[in-house]
């Protein structure tokens, strides 16, 4: 079944804890991305990767770091979270430009 | 700065009869959108999409409309259901994937 794989699903953490979200897609796709939606927001997307080792900033970047070492993976790493990324993230991943996103479940973050 | 965005936040309808979602887009140069459906506690799942080369595109109960002359999106459900409810999102095709307008939550009444 063709799907994208968060994990965890739902996390507390404390303030300047280290945490990572995986990410993984088993599609083939070579376009990956998070993205944090909050209420009265939407959807906005924090991190972009084109493919393997190329990654760019989306329009909340600040606070996270992405890494694409392999094609499935893209994980998303808080070096030291604040509660103001208490929020609900969402991995999608898509063969390219002009095509839908696949989204996984969420992981829903909570930090104290 | 372009943006996407959604006339109505919320749209109640009755069970039956049919809903129409509306959309705003800015950015001129955009040639594909999306709409999405977000069921509580999941992600979003596609509906249909459509090209800047088409006015019009037809689903299962569903139709997307494309007015690029006034830069405007719309989804019609036919014979809305209760498996309808969720959260709408139009979403736009740009350098950095998609871009996402705020959503609009459809309820529907028994």
């Known amino acids: 079944e063709a799907q994208v794989t968060q994990n965890p699903r739902y996390l507390i953490t404390v303030t300047g804890k280290k945490l990572t979200v995986t990410c993984s897609q088993n599609m083939n796709h070579e376009y990956m991305s998070w993205y944090r939606q909050d209420p009265g927001l939407g959807l906005r997307q924090i991190y972009y990767?084109?493919?393997?080792?190329?990654?760019d900033k989306g329009d909340v970047p600040e606070g996270y770091k992405v890494s694409r070492k392999e094609k499935r993976n893209f994980p998303l790493i808080l070096e030291s979270p604040s509660p103001n990324q208490t929020s609900l993230y969402f991995c999608a991943s898509s063969s390219g430009g002009g095509t839908e996103a696949f989204f996984g479940q969420g992981t829903r973050l909570t930090v104290v | 700065g372009e943006s996407v965005g959604l006339h109505l936040p919320t749209l109640s309808v009755q069970e039956g009869d049919n809903s129409i979602i509306n959309c705003a887009y800015s950015?001129?140069?955009?040639?594909?959108f999306i709409w999405y459906k977000q069921e509580s506690g999941k992600g979003p799942q596609f509906i249909i999409d459509i090209r800047s080369n088409m006015d019009k595109r037809q689903g299962q109960r569903v139709t997307v409309l494309l007015n690029k002359t006034v830069k405007h999106l719309s989804l019609q459900i036919a014979a809305t259901q209760p498996g309808d409810s969720a959260v709408y999102f139009c979403?736009?095709?740009?350098?950095?994937?998609?871009?996402f307008g705020k959503g609009t939550k459809l309820s529907v009444i028994p």
């Open positions: 979403a736009e095709n740009g350098v950095s994937q998609l871009t």
């Open positions: 990767s084109m493919n393997v080792e190329v990654t």
């Open positions: 950015n001129s140069a955009s040639d594909y």
